[in-house]
């Protein structure tokens, strides 16, 4: 039986000041919830320790939004996966579409990230998502697998038990256009297809979350479809009230 997990991706919002008001919204309301969802928050790196430590003593699991492949060395600006994992994160999103398309992460970079975390200890979720103009020329599916492979095919069978996927179709991020729970089921019926090829048991086991533009308004019926695991998501995890209402929307 998979778990479901939503996770709240904070981009590069937020201040001390914000962070704190609103993680102290979030474990009030979810913090010791241990029958529902599993529920994680990403803030930006320099805010870690922070959460660390608001969210000490609660069921909310840390995260982080990027990592390098790397164990250490001249990576100016860059972080390890055994640093997050110093600070008690998780989990951390690998080849999330604004870094593919604003920072180059590719393909490969994105699988040894992934072997990266989970040598640390931490579970990466790797995004994977086609464009609007990909999916108008029925490329779709072709572009998932092609990431998805690439992860499945660098990392051992025994550390793939630690991945989560997460498919953020790239036209319905923060566009407020969400796929449609038939659209979002069919790619993850796909995914968990995809999976399946490398291994039945990580198929049966592996988390798929569905992003792009989920609400408190459309999560519950996302969520409620077969293959959809759970939620990442950006602009309403910044709000206390959604989050926690998207958060609650999804059975365990
Ligand atoms: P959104 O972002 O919920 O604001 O569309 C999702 C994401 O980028 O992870």
Same mark, same amino acid.
């Given at each position: 039986?998979?778990?479901?997990?939503?996770?709240?991706?904070?981009?590069?919002?937020?201040?001390?000041?914000?962070?704190?008001?609103?993680?102290?919204?979030?474990?009030?309301?979810?913090?010791?919830?241990?029958?529902?969802? /599993?529920?994680?928050?990403?803030?930006?790196?320099?805010?870690?320790?922070?959460?660390?430590?608001?969210?000490?003593?609660?069921?909310?699991?840390?995260?982080?939004?990027?990592?390098?492949?790397?164990?250490?060395?001249?990576?100016?600006?860059?972080?390890?996966?055994?640093?997050?994992?110093?600070?008690?994160?998780? $989990?951390?999103?690998?080849?999330?579409?604004?870094?593919?398309?604003?920072?180059?992460?590719?393909?490969?970079?994105?699988?040894?990230?992934?072997?990266?975390?989970?040598?640390?200890?931490?579970?990466?979720?790797?995004?994977?998502?086609?464009?609007?103009?990909?999916?108008?020329?029925?490329?779709?599916?072709?572009?998932?697998?092609?990431?998805?492979?690439?992860?499945?095919?660098?990392?051992?069978?025994?550390?793939?038990?630690?991945?989560?996927?997460? $498919?953020?179709?790239?036209?319905?991020?923060?566009?407020?256009?969400?796929?449609?729970?038939?659209?979002?089921?069919?790619?993850?019926?796909?995914?968990?297809?995809?999976?399946?090829?490398?291994?039945?048991?990580?198929? /049966?086991?592996?988390?798929?979350? $569905?992003?792009?533009?989920?609400?408190?308004?459309?999560?519950?019926?996302?969520?409620?479809?077969?293959?959809?695991?759970?939620?990442?998501?950006?602009?309403?995890?910044?709000?206390?009230?959604?989050?926690?209402?998207?958060?609650?929307?999804?059975?365990?």
């Amino acid at each position: 039986m998979r778990r479901s997990l939503v996770a709240g991706n904070w981009k590069m919002h937020g201040s001390g000041a914000k962070i704190t008001g609103l993680l102290q919204a979030l474990v009030q309301a979810l913090g010791d919830e241990q029958e529902g969802a /599993e529920v994680v928050v990403c803030p930006p790196a320099p805010y870690l320790p922070l959460c660390q430590l608001l969210l000490q003593g609660s069921a909310i699991a840390l995260g982080a939004q990027n990592v390098h492949a790397q164990a250490s060395g001249a990576f100016t600006g860059d972080v390890s996966a055994a640093m997050l994992a110093e600070f008690g994160v998780r $989990y951390v999103i690998a080849g999330h579409s604004e870094r593919r398309r604003y920072a180059g992460d590719t393909d490969a970079e994105v699988a040894q990230k992934c072997e990266a975390a989970i040598l640390a200890g931490i579970a990466p979720i790797v995004c994977v998502g086609e464009s609007l103009e990909e999916r108008e020329s029925g490329q779709a599916e072709t572009v998932v697998a092609r990431q998805l492979s690439a992860v499945l095919e660098h990392c051992d069978s025994e550390s793939l038990g630690q991945l989560v996927v997460a $498919y953020e179709p790239v036209w319905a991020i923060g566009t407020g256009r969400t796929a449609t729970p038939e659209q979002a089921q069919a790619m993850h019926a796909f995914i968990r297809h995809v999976v399946q090829e490398r291994s039945a048991w990580l198929a /049966e086991s592996v988390r798929i979350l $569905y992003g792009g533009s989920v609400t408190a308004e459309n999560a519950a019926q996302l969520f409620a479809q077969q293959d959809i695991d759970g939620g990442l998501v950006g602009g309403a995890s910044l709000k206390p009230e959604e989050f926690i209402s998207i958060c609650k929307s999804v059975g365990r």
